[in-house]
């Protein structure tokens, strides 16, 4: 496989967006393993956005810091992963990067409508739909300094995939 094939990347977006269909897609892709990064929130934080309530940057940094851990413990191993997590702000990202300075991100993008949508036909264990507002007013969209790619979700989880390859290739 091309070595662009073992970059460990993040799925990255607010709720509902896709990360976990497209992060698995991609991962299958490319035969790496997957990893969803809302398996290593705290039961507290579970607990905390079930109740409607969004994460604070002191809740989100021990499970950033888990999930950075994980992908550089993979990538140590010679086995990078394919995460999907929120990554919603520039300071999560840098975090992130800070582990594994290879780390790239895929961020996928649409219209609040859109994703609204998408939540009406989704449920989730404790993202509660009206968080969406405050995933938003979070996001920090991915900068073009950034190592990684803005993907719209006008495409299909397929073509998502192709559109990955092909951006990260380059």
Known sequence: MPDHFHIPVVVMGVQGCGKSTVGLALAQARGLR???????????????????????????????????????????????????????????????????PTLVFVELYGSR???????THRNHEYMPPGLLDSQFATLEPLAADEAGLRVDLIHTPDELVGLIHKGIAH
């Not at 409508?113 to 939540?119: G, M, N, Q, S």
Request: hydrophobic share 45%; charged share 25%; net charge negative.
């Open 34 to 100: 997957f990893l969803d990064g809302d398996d290593l929130h705290s039961v507290a934080a579970r607990t905390k956005m079930a109740s409607g309530h969004p994460l604070t940057d002191e809740d989100r940094l021990p499970w950033l810091t888990r999930i950075a851990e994980t992908i550089a413990n993979a990538v140590a191993q010679g086995e990078p992963v394919v995460v999907a997590c929120s990554a919603l702000k520039r300071s999560y990202r840098d975090l992130l990067r800070a582990f594994v």
């Open 113 to 119: 409508e859109l994703i609204a949508e998408r939540l």
